[in-house]
């Protein structure tokens, strides 16, 4: 452990409630900035969020582009695909599914033998929130 000895240099108590008093200010100046900031990011997200929905048909075109099969029913996109010989395709292109959709949150997801029908089944439902 490091000792330092303030008596003797050569700075009077004031000079440290000073400097202290400072850095504080300082430290609370960064804390204010760094909230603003950050509001204005969370205010440019739901901004932007009103910009990126796209509709059923618009999502269900990206979906069939990855060579799986879809089919909406009401605000749920049902995505099937039976050919497990393609397992590491199916997970890629499911990720890929999910994420080209925005507002469209995923609400069931299987892949792999032990699902009914074995394969891939995933359902994307319509949300608002994202």
Known sequence: ??????????IAPLQYRLAGGILLGIGILLLCIGLL??????SRRAA???HTKI?????VK???????????????????????????????????????CP????????LGSACTPPGLTMSLKYSEKR
């Not at 979906?63 to 590491?88: E, K, P, W, Y």
């Not at 507002?103 to 069931?108: G, I, V």
């Open 1 to 10: 452990m490091i000792k330092i000895d303030l008596s003797e240099v050569p």
């Open 37 to 42: 900031l950050s509001s204005f990011t969370i």
């Open 62 to 100: 990206k979906i069939n582009a990855l060579h799986l099969q879809s089919t909406v029913q009401g605000d749920v996109i049902h995505i099937q695909d039976n050919n497990l010989q393609r397992g590491m395709e199916l997970l890629a292109s499911s990720s890929q599914a999910a994420a080209l």
């Open 48 to 50: 932007n969020s009103t």
């Open 55 to 59: 509709s059923a048909e618009e999502c």
């Open 103 to 110: 507002n469209w949150m995923l609400a069931d997801y299987c």
